[in-house]
């Protein structure tokens, strides 16, 4: 069986950082994905992490720890655009995903 | 052309109606999906098709009856629905090998039924 949990919702400054952790247990494990979905429109790919470490890519980056079942997204420098829901998902043999954190930015 | 179109993007029915809703990816990928959207609630995985073979059934009603004719179209048709299917579906495409698990989603089909 697949069990993915992440916040519910979470509310960060405009400028700061922001962590957004996943935790996972899965019958097979072939990736962990990020993915952002704005209210109203299609989720959207950010990162993918299959080793263990930090995948780093402009203000976002992506944690996976394989041994903890554990991984976390860390936005920098936060605008009013990242609010949105941010959606973990693990690769076993389909892909499967959290209930998402929907994340809102505030002035 | 955006990659994942769905139509209808928004669709009310009855319990007793017949409808499809309709995918098409122009991004040349292999495998399709189909996953419901509800409140509060995970993307649940619904149909997996790669190559045009279903190689994924996640216990839907039959109630839901997918359709995929070649790799780039994708169909769900629905008839004798209940009120708790209402919810976004989502269609997303994928190239199996590469990368696999990275989905491209279409903007989804919100459906109502009363």
């Known amino acids: 069986g697949q069990n993915i949990d992440q916040p519910t919702e979470m509310t960060a400054t405009e400028g700061a950082i922001v962590q957004i952790n996943c935790t996972y247990q899965?019958?097979?494990?072939?990736?962990l994905f990020w993915y952002q979905q704005h209210a109203g429109e299609a989720p959207t790919f950010l990162s993918y992490?299959?080793?263990?470490g930090l995948e780093e890519k402009g203000r976002f980056s992506s944690f996976l720890s394989r041994s903890k079942g554990y991984s976390y997204l860390l936005l920098k420098e936060l605008q009013m655009k990242d609010s949105a829901s941010y959606l973990c998902?693990?690769?076993?043999?389909?892909?499967?995903f959290g209930t998402g954190t929907r994340l809102t930015v505030i002035p | 052309e955006t990659g994942v179109t769905q139509t209808p993007r928004h669709l009310v029915m009855g319990m007793t109606n017949k409808k499809s809703l309709k995918c098409e990816q122009h991004?040349?990928?292999?495998?399709m999906y189909w996953y419901k959207q509800s409140a509060k609630k995970p993307l649940e995985l619904m149909f997996v098709?790669?190559?045009?073979?279903?190689?994924e059934n996640n216990s839907v009603p039959s109630r839901f009856s997918p359709e995929c004719p070649n790799s780039s179209h994708l169909f769900l048709h629905l008839h004798t629905l209940q009120p708790e299917d209402s919810a976004l579906y989502l269609c997303?495409?994928?190239?199996?090998?590469?990368?696999?698990?990275?989905?491209?989603f279409g903007e989804g089909s919100r459906l109502t039924v009363l």
């Open positions: 998902a693990v690769y076993g043999n389909n892909l499967f």
């Open positions: 997303a495409s994928s190239q199996t090998g590469a990368r696999t698990g990275e989905l491209f």
């Open positions: 098709y790669n190559f045009k073979e279903q190689t």
């Open positions: 899965t019958s097979g494990f072939n990736g």
């Open positions: 991004l040349g990928h292999n495998a």
């Open positions: 992490n299959v080793l263990d």
